[in-house]
Protein backbone atom coordinates (compact mmCIF):
# COMPACT_ATOMS: atom_id res chain seq x y z
CA UNK A 1 0.00 0.00 0.00
CA UNK A 2 2.57 2.30 1.00
CA UNK A 3 4.84 1.84 -2.29
CA UNK A 4 1.21 2.27 -4.26
CA UNK A 5 1.33 5.56 -2.65
CA UNK A 6 4.67 6.48 -3.15
CA UNK A 7 4.53 6.00 -6.74
CA UNK A 8 1.07 7.46 -7.28
CA UNK A 9 2.82 10.98 -5.80
CA UNK A 10 5.61 10.59 -7.95
CA UNK A 11 3.54 10.43 -10.76
CA UNK A 12 1.79 13.36 -9.43
CA UNK A 13 5.29 15.01 -9.18
CA UNK A 14 6.20 14.80 -12.81
CA UNK A 15 3.38 16.01 -14.05
CA UNK A 16 3.49 19.40 -11.92
CA UNK A 17 7.23 19.62 -13.09
CA UNK A 18 6.57 18.91 -16.82
CA UNK A 19 3.24 21.01 -16.66
CA UNK A 20 5.44 24.34 -15.13
CA UNK A 21 8.24 23.53 -17.78
CA UNK A 22 5.98 24.07 -20.84
CA UNK A 23 4.58 27.23 -19.42
CA UNK A 24 8.20 28.57 -18.69
CA UNK A 25 9.14 27.75 -22.73
CA UNK A 26 6.01 29.69 -23.70
CA UNK A 27 6.62 32.40 -21.20
CA UNK A 28 10.42 32.73 -22.80
CA UNK A 29 8.75 31.61 -26.53
CA UNK A 30 6.50 35.04 -26.52
CA UNK A 31 8.59 37.96 -26.93
CA UNK A 32 10.33 36.24 -30.32
CA UNK A 33 6.57 35.31 -31.13
CA UNK A 34 5.99 39.16 -30.82
CA UNK A 35 9.01 40.45 -32.63
CA UNK A 36 7.98 38.44 -35.69
CA UNK A 37 4.88 39.20 -35.60
CA UNK A 38 5.29 43.07 -35.01
CA UNK A 39 3.40 44.96 -37.59
CA UNK A 40 4.90 46.65 -40.12
CA UNK A 41 4.70 50.14 -41.35
CA UNK A 42 2.49 50.80 -44.08
CA UNK A 43 3.39 50.54 -47.43
CA UNK A 44 5.23 53.20 -49.42
CA UNK A 45 2.65 55.67 -51.75
CA UNK A 46 5.34 55.60 -54.76
CA UNK A 47 5.21 58.81 -57.39
CA UNK A 48 8.44 58.77 -59.66
CA UNK A 49 7.19 61.84 -61.17
CA UNK A 50 6.29 64.22 -58.65
CA UNK A 51 7.86 67.47 -59.54
CA UNK A 52 10.91 68.05 -57.19
CA UNK A 53 14.25 69.80 -56.97
CA UNK A 54 17.17 66.85 -57.74
CA UNK A 55 19.31 68.10 -54.73
CA UNK A 56 16.72 67.72 -52.56
CA UNK A 57 16.50 63.61 -53.01
CA UNK A 58 17.78 61.47 -49.87
CA UNK A 59 17.65 57.84 -48.88
CA UNK A 60 15.95 56.26 -45.55
CA UNK A 61 16.98 52.70 -45.06
CA UNK A 62 14.51 50.68 -42.47
CA UNK A 63 16.06 47.79 -40.72
CA UNK A 64 12.56 46.93 -39.47
CA UNK A 65 10.88 46.62 -42.94
CA UNK A 66 13.87 45.56 -44.83
CA UNK A 67 13.29 48.45 -47.18
CA UNK A 68 15.34 51.69 -49.14
CA UNK A 69 13.20 54.22 -50.38
CA UNK A 70 14.18 57.13 -52.00
CA UNK A 71 12.70 60.75 -50.79
CA UNK A 72 12.92 64.39 -52.04
CA UNK A 73 10.85 67.36 -51.36
CA UNK A 74 8.51 68.02 -53.37
CA UNK A 75 6.92 71.83 -52.40
CA UNK A 76 5.79 71.57 -48.81
CA UNK A 77 5.63 67.98 -49.11
CA UNK A 78 8.03 65.12 -49.25
CA UNK A 79 7.40 62.24 -51.56
CA UNK A 80 8.67 58.82 -52.35
CA UNK A 81 10.57 58.48 -55.81
CA UNK A 82 11.15 54.42 -55.67
CA UNK A 83 11.55 51.85 -52.67
CA UNK A 84 13.68 48.64 -53.08
CA UNK A 85 13.95 45.90 -51.12
CA UNK A 86 17.39 45.35 -49.07
CA UNK A 87 19.57 42.54 -47.01
CA UNK A 88 20.73 44.30 -44.41
CA UNK A 89 23.22 42.83 -41.96
CA UNK A 90 22.95 39.42 -40.17
CA UNK A 91 22.84 40.16 -36.70
CA UNK A 92 20.40 43.28 -35.33
CA UNK A 93 21.17 45.92 -33.67
CA UNK A 94 23.70 49.63 -33.62
CA UNK A 95 26.98 48.29 -35.23
CA UNK A 96 29.84 48.16 -32.71
CA UNK A 97 32.75 47.09 -34.48
CA UNK A 98 34.08 45.53 -37.51
CA UNK A 99 33.14 41.89 -37.60
CA UNK A 100 29.87 42.30 -35.68
CA UNK A 101 27.60 41.51 -38.75
CA UNK A 102 26.04 44.58 -38.00
CA UNK A 103 24.59 47.46 -40.07
CA UNK A 104 25.26 50.97 -38.82
CA UNK A 105 22.35 52.82 -37.68
CA UNK A 106 22.68 57.11 -38.26
CA UNK A 107 22.42 59.50 -35.17
CA UNK A 108 18.61 61.65 -34.97
CA UNK A 109 19.41 64.18 -37.63
CA UNK A 110 22.85 63.11 -38.26
CA UNK A 111 22.05 60.89 -41.96
CA UNK A 112 25.20 59.00 -43.19
CA UNK A 113 26.14 60.51 -46.80
CA UNK A 114 27.21 58.76 -49.86
CA UNK A 115 30.77 59.72 -50.30
CA UNK A 116 31.98 57.36 -53.50
CA UNK A 117 30.12 55.55 -56.47
CA UNK A 118 32.36 53.15 -57.11
CA UNK A 119 32.33 50.48 -60.45
CA UNK A 120 32.03 47.50 -58.57
CA UNK A 121 31.13 44.68 -61.35
CA UNK A 122 35.18 42.95 -61.09
CA UNK A 123 34.50 43.32 -57.28
CA UNK A 124 34.71 39.77 -55.38
CA UNK A 125 34.52 38.85 -52.04
CA UNK A 126 35.02 35.15 -50.03
CA UNK A 127 31.95 34.64 -47.61
CA UNK A 128 33.37 31.59 -45.96
CA UNK A 129 30.90 29.35 -47.23
CA UNK A 130 32.93 27.09 -49.39
CA UNK A 131 32.09 28.92 -52.51
CA UNK A 132 35.82 30.66 -52.50
CA UNK A 133 35.94 34.27 -53.74
CA UNK A 134 32.81 35.31 -56.01
CA UNK A 135 31.26 38.25 -57.67
CA UNK A 136 29.82 39.46 -55.20
CA UNK A 137 28.81 43.47 -55.14
CA UNK A 138 26.82 44.08 -58.45
CA UNK A 139 27.63 46.88 -61.07
CA UNK A 140 27.71 49.52 -58.42
CA UNK A 141 29.17 50.04 -54.43
CA UNK A 142 27.82 53.80 -53.16
CA UNK A 143 30.31 53.85 -50.13
CA UNK A 144 29.24 55.82 -46.98
CA UNK A 145 30.61 57.88 -44.65
CA UNK A 146 29.35 55.99 -41.15
CA UNK A 147 31.67 57.56 -38.58
CA UNK A 148 33.59 55.05 -36.52
CA UNK A 149 32.83 52.16 -39.01
CA UNK A 150 34.76 51.49 -42.32
CA UNK A 151 33.35 49.99 -45.25
CA UNK A 152 30.24 50.03 -45.37
CA UNK A 153 28.02 50.80 -48.70
CA UNK A 154 24.76 50.38 -50.65
CA UNK A 155 25.42 47.50 -53.80
CA UNK A 156 24.36 44.66 -55.28
CA UNK A 157 23.56 41.14 -54.30
CA UNK A 158 25.66 38.85 -57.46
CA UNK A 159 25.73 35.25 -56.44
CA UNK A 160 23.19 36.24 -53.46
CA UNK A 161 19.87 37.37 -54.65
CA UNK A 162 18.19 34.82 -52.68
CA UNK A 163 18.98 37.07 -49.91
CA UNK A 164 16.94 40.06 -50.88
CA UNK A 165 15.24 41.16 -48.68
CA UNK A 166 16.90 39.33 -45.36
CA UNK A 167 19.35 39.98 -42.95
CA UNK A 168 22.86 38.44 -44.29
CA UNK A 169 25.40 40.70 -45.13
CA UNK A 170 28.14 41.50 -42.63
CA UNK A 171 27.12 45.17 -42.57
CA UNK A 172 26.18 46.74 -45.81
CA UNK A 173 23.19 46.96 -47.44
CA UNK A 174 22.22 44.76 -50.53
CA UNK A 175 19.65 45.56 -53.71
CA UNK A 176 18.77 43.11 -56.30
CA UNK A 177 21.74 44.25 -58.85
CA UNK A 178 18.96 45.40 -61.27
CA UNK A 179 17.78 47.92 -58.09
CA UNK A 180 21.24 49.04 -57.25
CA UNK A 181 21.98 49.69 -61.67
CA UNK A 182 18.55 51.93 -61.49
CA UNK A 183 19.12 53.33 -58.18
CA UNK A 184 22.51 54.23 -59.53
CA UNK A 185 21.51 55.75 -62.14
CA UNK A 186 18.40 57.37 -61.88
CA UNK A 187 19.08 58.82 -57.79
CA UNK A 188 22.39 58.01 -56.17
CA UNK A 189 24.82 61.26 -56.28
CA UNK A 190 28.08 61.95 -53.98
CA UNK A 191 26.86 63.74 -51.07
CA UNK A 192 23.28 62.19 -51.31
CA UNK A 193 22.08 61.86 -47.20
CA UNK A 194 21.01 58.10 -46.08
CA UNK A 195 19.46 58.00 -43.25
CA UNK A 196 19.49 54.36 -41.76
CA UNK A 197 16.83 53.78 -39.19
CA UNK A 198 17.12 50.93 -36.13
CA UNK A 199 14.89 48.07 -36.14
CA UNK A 200 12.48 49.41 -33.04
CA UNK A 201 12.60 53.00 -34.90
CA UNK A 202 8.67 53.96 -35.84
CA UNK A 203 8.06 56.39 -39.03
CA UNK A 204 9.97 59.69 -39.29
CA UNK A 205 7.83 62.71 -39.41
CA UNK A 206 7.85 63.04 -43.32
CA UNK A 207 6.66 59.14 -43.69
CA UNK A 208 3.99 59.49 -41.04
CA UNK A 209 1.15 60.71 -43.78
Known sequence: MKKLLFVSL????L???????????????????????????????????APHDKNSE???????????????RSGNDTVALATYPVCMGKNKGQKEGKGDMRT????EGKPFSITRIQDASTWTHDFGDGRGSILAY???????????????GIH??????????????????????????????K??????????KAENQGPLPFEQK
Open 10 to 13: MAML
Open 15 to 49: LSCEGNSRQEAGAQAKPQEREEKMAPEKPVAVNEN
Open 58 to 72: FIAISKKDLRLTVYA
Open 104 to 107: PESP
Open 138 to 152: GNWFLRLDTPGHSGI
Open 156 to 185: GSTNNENTVPGRASEGCIRLLDKDIIQLKE
Open 187 to 196: YARVGMPVII
